[in-house]
């Protein structure tokens, strides 16, 4: 009898941990995950330094910019708006113009480069859509405990 109280308790004791963890997984992820659909072909890497930060950065902001280019290639303008950095403006137009620019370009294999920064909360960006051979020079700003896109007109101190 005791045993089967003890398995009770433990189990119990178990699935409120996983709970628990399940909560405190939600609460410090960011706050944009890839959809279902559609598929996006991207490599992100770092840029060749000397400074092993270049590479924690890299992946650091791997999340964010293949969300960017999945909602690119989809040409989903709200779902770029909504990976701009808090403190911008002009956000809606500059995801139109982005969408507009490099949007079918998005849907073939795509080269991200993670740049040397010069401060940890800036982090320019380099990405290359082999579809096209363009590329576009972007920056990347932490703010809250995750990484944004300067995207629009703004300070990028503004939330730091």
Same mark, same amino acid.
């Given at each position: 009898?005791?045993?089967?109280?003890?398995?009770?308790?433990? =189990?119990?004791?178990?699935?409120?941990?996983?709970?628990?963890?399940?909560?405190?997984?939600?609460?410090?992820?960011?706050?944009?995950?890839?959809?279902?659909?559609?598929?996006?072909?991207?490599?992100?890497?770092?840029?060749?330094?000397?400074?092993?930060?270049?590479?924690?950065?890299?992946?650091?902001?791997?999340?964010?910019?293949?969300?960017?280019? %999945?909602?690119?290639?989809?040409?989903?303008?709200?779902?770029?708006?909504?990976?701009?950095?808090?403190?911008? %403006? =002009?956000?809606?137009?500059?995801?139109?113009?982005?969408?507009?620019?490099?949007?079918?370009?998005?849907?073939?294999?795509?080269?991200?480069?993670?740049?040397?920064?010069?401060?940890?909360?800036?982090?320019?960006?380099?990405?290359?859509?082999?579809?096209?051979? %363009? %590329?576009?020079?972007?920056?990347?700003?932490?703010?809250?405990?995750?990484?944004?896109?300067?995207?629009?007109? =703004?300070?990028?101190?503004?939330?730091?």
């Amino acid at each position: 009898m005791r045993r089967r109280v003890f398995l009770w308790c433990a =189990g119990g004791v178990l699935v409120a941990a996983l709970a628990a963890g399940g909560v405190w997984w939600n609460w410090i992820r960011a706050p944009y995950a890839l959809a279902d659909s559609p598929r996006i072909d991207v490599t992100v890497r770092a840029e060749r330094s000397r400074y092993p930060d270049v590479r924690e950065t890299a992946e650091d902001v791997d999340t964010l910019v293949r969300v960017y280019v %999945q909602r690119l290639g989809a040409g989903d303008t709200e779902g770029l708006t909504r990976l701009a950095a808090p403190s911008y %403006q =002009g956000v809606r137009a500059a995801a139109a113009d982005a969408v507009h620019t490099y949007g079918k370009a998005a849907s073939g294999h795509v080269e991200v480069t993670v740049l040397e920064g010069v401060v940890d909360y800036f982090n320019p960006i380099r990405v290359t859509f082999e579809k096209t051979g %363009q %590329q576009q020079e972007l920056l990347l700003v932490k703010d809250g405990g995750h990484w944004w896109l300067a995207l629009g007109e =703004g300070d990028p101190a503004g939330g730091v």
